[in-house]
């Protein structure tokens, strides 16, 4: 157990260097889009009123992100970063809603297998 604690310890670290990046990203993402969890704990995305662009849930993608292990982190990156190249190209005929939404079911598969692990 100990072990596993001073494995925390060093992902900490690493932790506090990607989680501003990754909820940033987010953030990028909630301008264009909103999300909520409904009760079976599926994310989709909504239209969002022009007068809540300002509301963002932070400390939620945070606290999402806090619960990822390092392994995990860096498979939200690279999805992350996959997506950003689709929109960049133009995501080969998808629109950026779905490229979004697919960015956005990957955190939370993520996060619901960090859950069950």
């Known amino acids: 157990m100990n072990r596993l604690r001073g494995q925390s310890r060093d992902f900490s670290g690493e932790a506090r260097r990607i989680i501003p990046f990754i909820v940033n990203q987010v953030r990028t993402l909630w301008q264009a889009k909103s999300f909520h ?3 079976a704990g599926v994310w989709e995305l ?3 009123p022009l007068s809540k662009m300002h509301e963002f849930p932070q400390g939620k993608a945070k606290d999402m992100a806090r619960r990822l292990s390092y392994e995990q982190l860096q498979g939200f990156m690279q999805a992350l970063r996959s997506a950003n190249a689709q929109l960049s190209a133009g995501a080969e ?8 939404e697919f ?8 996060a619901r297998n960090r859950k069950s692990a």
Do not use: H, Q, S
């Open 103 to 110: 960015l956005i079911l990957t955190m939370c598969d993520i």
């Open 37 to 39: 969890e409904d009760g």
């Open 93 to 100: 005929g998808r629109k950026p809603e779905e490229v979004i």
């Open 46 to 48: 909504k239209e969002k």
